[in-house]
T-cell receptor
Framework: DQQVKQNSPSLSVQEGRISILNCDYT??????FLWYKKYPAEGPTFLIS?????DKNEDGRFTVFLNKSAKHLSLHIVPSQPGDSAVYFC????????????FGSGTKLNVKP | GAGVSQSPSNKVTEKGKDVELRCDPI?????LYWYRQSLGQGLEFLIY????????KSGLPSDRFSAERTGGSVSTLTIQRTQQEDSAVYLC??????????????FGPGTRLTVL
């Protein structure tokens, strides 16, 4: 039973436009969320995180939004660049076991020039 | 560089054989994780080491899987009597000591295991 779900396996966006990647979770104990980016043949790299005490965290072109009531988070990339083309994973951990992370299946983003 | 390294990068083995996968974490990182990613799936947590504490083995899928971490540094993931469903990319990550929220995981490039 996957506790973190990314229902869109792929997304294609034009350069300069906004990319919105979505993630849903089921465990109400999750209180810390992260996004990772993965290029082919490389390990994932950390992108941005958010604690459940916030509903938004921004870092440059990347913003993560958290809707706790809907158990939903999203990653916004604006403006999108071709170099953003990668697989994006969301992950979550719970306050009672915060070193154990649950990952979604990933969304492959393609930013077209 | 000083990133997480894993070896081998690719491993092809026959069903029933044992395999060992190695992870060299970033120096000074106290936490070490093993994940696997099967085709079309997310990263599946396998095991977590933190300092000298007992590891969290709750993600190991069967008793054919084991891992150890020697001297608080290098880790080896061993899969005995491999099965075709073990085919996946096995990823190792480490993270530095610190308060929660700062414990970003740094991933290695992974080992792609193929069981024929």
């Amino acid at each position: 039973d996957q506790q973190v779900k990314q229902n869109s396996p792929s997304l294609s966006v034009q350069e300069g436009r906004i990319s919105i990647l979505n993630c849903d979770y089921t465990n109400s104990m999750f209180d810390y969320f992260l996004w990772y980016k993965k290029y082919p043949a490389e390990g994932p790299t950390f992108l941005i995180s958010i604690s459940s005490i916030k509903d938004k965290n921004e870092d440059g072109r990347f913003t993560v939004f958290l809707n706790k009531s809907a158990k939903h988070l999203s990653l916004h990339i604006v403006p999108s660049q071709p170099g953003d083309s990668a697989v994006y994973f969301c992950a979550a951990s719970a306050k009672n076991n915060f070193n154990k992370f649950y990952f979604g299946s990933g969304t492959k983003l393609n930013v077209k020039p | 560089g000083a990133g997480v390294s894993q070896s081998p990068s690719n491993k092809v083995t026959e069903k029933g054989k044992d395999v060992e996968l190695r992870c060299d974490p970033i120096s000074g990182h106290t936490a070490l994780y093993w994940y696997r990613q099967s085709l079309g799936q997310g990263l599946e947590f396998l095991i977590y080491f933190q300092g000298n504490s007992a590891p969290d083995k709750s993600g190991l899928p069967s008793d054919r899987f084991s891992a150890e971490r020697t001297g608080g540094s290098v880790s080896t993931l061993t899969i005995q009597r491999t099965q075709q469903e073990d085919s996946a990319v096995y990823l190792c990550a480490s993270s530095p000591p610190g308060v929660r929220g700062k414990d970003t995981q740094y991933f290695g490039p992974g080992t792609r295991l193929t069981v024929l």
